[in-house]
């Protein structure tokens, strides 16, 4: 909580432009990088065994080629952060890709996505990243409560021509009201295989560069809502 509170006091008084460039510092950290990397390994080496065993397979294929491209773009932006924030990208296409990867992770989850194009600007593996760990942990939510086959919700949307909303909704355990305080915290997790570093890090990716917000609602054995709003 202390660390949390001095960021915060320490972001308020730096120009945004050095907000910027200081988030996307601290956001690609060795803690922070080695999560980021940790799902697109996992696809290209269960792909790569599954290539291995079984005869030519399109999507096995197809989700290593991304996979690969998620870790030269990790590269990238070690290399050259700066480089990297001003960069245009499609919205839905970038969520098509990410659920590409994670299902080939969670191999039994079901996910239903509808997207249509949006285009912004900034740090696009930071976006990418940031929806790949509320997919996971709505993911692994479920896992945790026994459910065999997993039901993932994304909705897109633009409001006013000017907001982008992403909706990821999950019908995992939940949480009560004292954990959802803590939950937003790095660090804490309520998962069995949590490390507490995926929902802190969205948030502060999504605030600190892209300038949206993420408002979380959840209920004890209902599920969990992440509600996320980019400006455009």
Known sequence: MRYSTQLAHWFI??????????????????DTFRHACKTPMSVLLCNLESAMDTEANREIFRSSFLAAKNLSLILGNLENPKAQSGVVFDVGETIKQV???????????????????ALITGNKLLFQESIQCLLVN???????????????????????????????????????????????LRGISYKKSGTGLGLSFAIEAIEQ???????????????TRIKMEIPI
């Open 138 to 184: 709505a993911i692994e939510a479920q896992i945790d409560g026994v459910n065999a086959r997993p039901l993932v919700i994304i909705r897109e949307r633009i409001i006013n021509h000017d907001l982008l909303r992403i909706d990821v909704i999950d019908f995992g355990k939940g949480m009560s009201l004292a954990e959802l305080r803590l939950a937003s």
């Open 209 to 223: 560069v892209f300038g949206g917000k993420i408002c979380i609602s959840s209920a004890v054995g209902m599920g």
């Open 99 to 117: 659920v590409i990867l994670v299902n080939s992770k969670f191999p039994g989850t079901k996910i239903e996505y509808k997207v249509r194009e």
């Open 13 to 30: 008084k730096q120009p945004f432009k050095n907000k910027k460039v200081e988030a996307i510092s601290m956001l690609l950290s060795s």
